[in-house]
């Protein structure tokens, strides 16, 4: 996800109280089930209730990065390969709650007689180059014994692959949810070919904060950690879960019950998920891994010039704080 379109078109407010003169802390999401959950806080006054002014801009992915390195908001949800990309671009940030990791709402959709990643070889598959469903490709292919050379990549703004699959212009696109199910639903007989799923651990979903926001607002940005790990609860609890669900789903104007269907795709990570994940290690099971090869993607692909030191922006202190 780096550089998708979204058009920023509505606000949607929660009010604390605050010493007097200090501004809301903005925070711009999207469309991605792991940062709707947000949206349960939202509507609940659970920000109000921890006693922090939190104003939450619901934005379009691409614009939503673009706005927190401009400084128009304090944090932004986006993968922890594209904070990087927006590190190498000058904007110091530090992931502060790891709110999932893709489990299969990452998509690589075949067209009709598309029947596995091999079927492309020679094909053209349209998505946003430099994303993380570029990388999805890459691990795809490199799954099925092929390489990026035996396939042609077209450059198609995610939003727009449905309509791009549909029209016959490529013979596979690739999609983050709910983007992946709507290609799946315009295009008869379509099918995921791969999916996140057979990568658990490659794209994690951060909430980003900038780290001068973080070093002024430290109390309240802990504040606002620790509404998390009740969201995810809310979730998890039989009682409660189909009006989490139904709140998310209502966000991004899909019915409770075909969001509820595609859950699974994105594995939310409750507080002992975010310690676990947050630990450091090698490989996909940790945050660390993760963007190691996200970063050495970025790079190859000339996405930034150079490595970036991966624990500049990783800090679980406040995540880690809200077990004490």
């Known amino acids: ?66 706005a927190f390195q401009a400084g128009k908001v304090d944090a932004v949800t986006v993968t922890n390969g594209d904070q990087l990309v ?48 570029h990388l999805l490709l890459l691990k795809a292919l490199e799954a099925n014994g092929m390489k990026e050379s035996d396939v042609t990549i077209v450059s198609v703004p995610t939003n727009d692959t449905p309509q791009t699959l549909a029209s016959g ?38 909430t980003v904060v900038a780290t001068e926001s973080l070093i002024k607002r430290k109390a309240d940005w802990q504040k606002f950690a620790a509404v998390w790990p009740k969201i995810t609860a809310f979730l998890a609890d039989p009682k409660t879960r189909d009006d989490g ?34 630990a450091k290690a090698e490989g996909l099971d940790s945050v660390y891994g993760s963007s190691k090869v996200a970063n050495a993607f970025n790079v190859a692909n000339k996405v930034y010039e150079k490595v970036l030191n991966i624990e500049d922006f990783i800090d679980p202190s406040f995540i880690t704080a809200v077990k004490k």
Not at 89 to 96: L, N
Not at 251 to 267: C, D, F, L, Q
């Open 245 to 278: 669900i139904k709140i998310m789903a209502a966000r991004v104007n899909v019915s409770a019950e075909k969001y509820a269907k595609a859950m699974p795709g994105t594995m939310i990570l409750d507080l002992a998920g975010n310690l676990k994940h947050f």
């Open 1 to 66: 996800m780096t550089v998708a379109c979204r058009t920023t078109l509505s606000l949607l407010l929660t009010f604390a109280a605050l010493p007097a003169g200090e501004p809301s802390l903005k925070v711009a999401y999207s469309d991605w089930p792991g940062w709707t959950a947000w949206e349960i806080a939202i509507q609940k006054g659970w920000f109000k209730e921890a006693g922090v002014d939190v104003e939450f801009v619901w934005m379009e992915y691409g614009p939503s990065m673009e």
């Open 86 to 133: 927006m590190g190498a671009a000058g904007k110091a940030s530090k992931g502060i709650v790891l709110t999932d990791y893709s489990n299969g709402n990452d998509m690589i959709v075949g067209k009709p007689g598309i029947n596995s990643i091999k079927d492309l070889k020679g094909k053209k598959i349209g998505l946003e180059l430099g994303l993380v469903e």
């Open 169 to 206: 212009q490529v013979d596979a696109i690739a999609a983050w949810y709910p983007v992946s199910g709507q290609a799946l639903e315009l295009v008869p007989g379509s099918k995921p070919l791969f999916t996140s799923k057979e990568v658990p651990g490659l794209i994690y979903d951060f």
